[in-house]
């Protein structure tokens, strides 16, 4: 078993103007560790590769979310050889209160999901908070998930932060042609390029998947990989510039959708 130990704090913030837009927040650093926290929240379930720890709730049992994880674990298995041995604690809050008690930093107050070290944090469906719906929680759910999973691979540093969030969206039973479609409309005006990828919006999930999935068409999922391993930069592993991935990716969209 690798001893692997890797940082994360991935929160996800989603905000409603007008339509729906998410805005995401990462940072590198600690959060109080979950045991502190085990005491007040409950072991509900355990499965093979995650513990569940959640209140019991009359309309709630998070039996599809469940099973849509177990597959998409099963999916990731599949596709992509990492040797992700660790059991990850789910551990679902019911108020946005309690959420913000596990972040460290003000400026992540208010997020509905994160990961770190094995742990991911996300709030109930039925929180208070009122971004939260049952789709976003499956959603979030799974992305966070991939956070994880992902992040075994690094020894160190996580990859450039527009990767980290792309391939966790880009790996995610919601990402599909729409997608590829919305950030056509985005580059056509002009809002989107590799270099500005990191500024908190939607596009900063959207625009970087289809990016991964360029990625992966051209040099293939063992490029992923090596990429989120980090040992090299991005640019050098698929020995391209920013400015020669953006060209390459504009006219990738243009073509594909
Ligand atoms: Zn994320």
Redesign the pocket.
């Known amino acids: 078993m690798k001893a692997k130990i890797v940082f994360i704090i991935?929160v996800?913030m989603l905000l409603t103007i007008g339509c729906v837009k998410e805005a995401?927040i990462?940072t590198e650093q600690p959060i109080k560790q979950v045991q502190e926290m085990l005491c007040d929240i409950p072991l509900l379930r355990t499965y093979d590769d995650f513990n569940l720890y959640a209140f019991e709730h009359d309309d709630f049992d998070y039996k599809d979310e469940v099973s849509s994880l177990i597959e998409h674990i099963d999916y990731l298995n599949g596709k992509y050889s990492i040797d992700f041995d660790q059991t990850v604690n789910i551990i679902v809050h019911e108020t946005q209160a309690e959420f913000d008690k596990y972040v460290t930093s003000e400026f992540l107050k208010g997020g509905m999901g994160f990961a770190s070290n094995n742990e991911l944090h996300i709030l109930a469906p039925y929180s208070d908070n009122a971004f939260m719906t049952y789709s976003k929680f499956k959603e979030i759910f799974i992305?966070?998930y991939n956070?994880l999973y992902f992040g075994s691979l690094c020894e160190n540093e996580l990859p450039v932060r527009w990767f980290?969030?792309g391939l966790?969206?880009y790996e995610s039973p919601g990402y599909n042609k729409y997608t590829g479609s919305s950030v056509k409309e985005k580059i056509k005006q002009g809002m989107l390029s590799v270099t500005n990828l990191n500024e908190g919006n939607f596009f900063d999930?959207s625009g970087p998947a289809t990016i991964v999935e360029l990625i992966e068409i051209e040099y293939g999922t063992d490029t992923i990989v090596e990429i989120f391993k980090n040992e090299k930069s991005l640019n050098e592993i698929i020995e391209l510039s920013d400015e020669a991935l953006n060209s390459k990716w504009i006219s990738y969209i243009n073509t594909n959708y």
């Open positions: 991935v996800i995401n990462e992305h966070e956070h980290n969030e966790a969206t999930y």
